[in-house]
């Protein structure tokens, strides 16, 4: 069982697959925020876990990390240092959910726009396994198809 | 594992972004400020984007006030939520305007209030801008006289003033 979860992961095309997926989650998920900082940055405060000061500055950045490291997934340029950032995105929107949940917070503006989706539990599975396909996307040693530049080098 | 090739392609990965993030932010008619107003104390909290026009004298800051108001008899109250939290209370004598379908209502609306009525409009809080949206609407579709109660449905029930 283990050694078919290892061949599997060490695939060429699980490696690409899951590149793609969370490229294309990520551009698509990056793309309302940019349409919509204002509403983005009122999810960013319903988390009532930043000062005021970052609000707006995580609400213009974090869309734009999220949309670069996304292309740079889909498109095979630099994946390795892109999934690192997108694990990293991952690990900080689970610890987040988590603590709200813990906490008993949830927030609701009452604004017409400015939604969450599905429940915060759900999210957080939904992001263990985006965080899993990314730690298989940093850690793959093989030959990646489709990926323009790697490491410093064209391929 | 490569890291020094690897921090620096993450140094390019976010330069770029936070290149690209404050260009199109400063470009953008939906910019925001870089720092918003995340206080409920002072009024509604808002990133201050470059598209507001929220006019600060409109707002009845004052759940009271509102009060007041509101047993003269002479303002429609206008919630802005949806029609689902409508249902689920309201101010006494409150009409429904959800923000989302503001184009599929205004006309029976404008049917039933001429341009001139008072309109005192209200969401469910000092957390949601919905009000001061639904009131810009209003305005662009001549009514003059409509005012922002910021505190809203929550202000409201909070004080006990009647509801429904």
Known sequence: MSSNIRTLFNNGWTEIAFRWILGITFIYASYYKI???????????????????LINLIAIFLPFVELISGLSLLLGIYPRSAALIINGLLLAFILILTINIIRGHEFDCGCFSAKETGSPKMMVVRDVIYLIMGLQVFLFNGVRKVCFIHLGKRI | ???????KEMIFLLGISIISAFTV????????????????SPGVVA???????FSGELEIKHVKTAKQIYDKGTAVFVDARSLENFKNGHIKGAESLPLGQFDDLIETFKKKHPADTFIVTYCLGRTCDDSHRLEQLLFDHGYVNVSIFIDGYQGWKAEGFPIE
């Open chain 2, 1 to 7: 594992m490569q890291w020094n090739n690897i921090i």
């Open chain 2, 47 to 53: 990133s201050e984007a470059k598209s507001d026009v």
């Open chain 2, 25 to 40: 932010n400063f470009f953008s008619p939906s910019g925001i400020a870089l720092v918003g107003q995340w206080d409920e």
């Open chain 1, 35 to 53: 349409l919509s900082p204002t509403d983005f940055a009122k999810m960013v405060y319903g988390y009532n876990l930043f000062p005021d000061v």
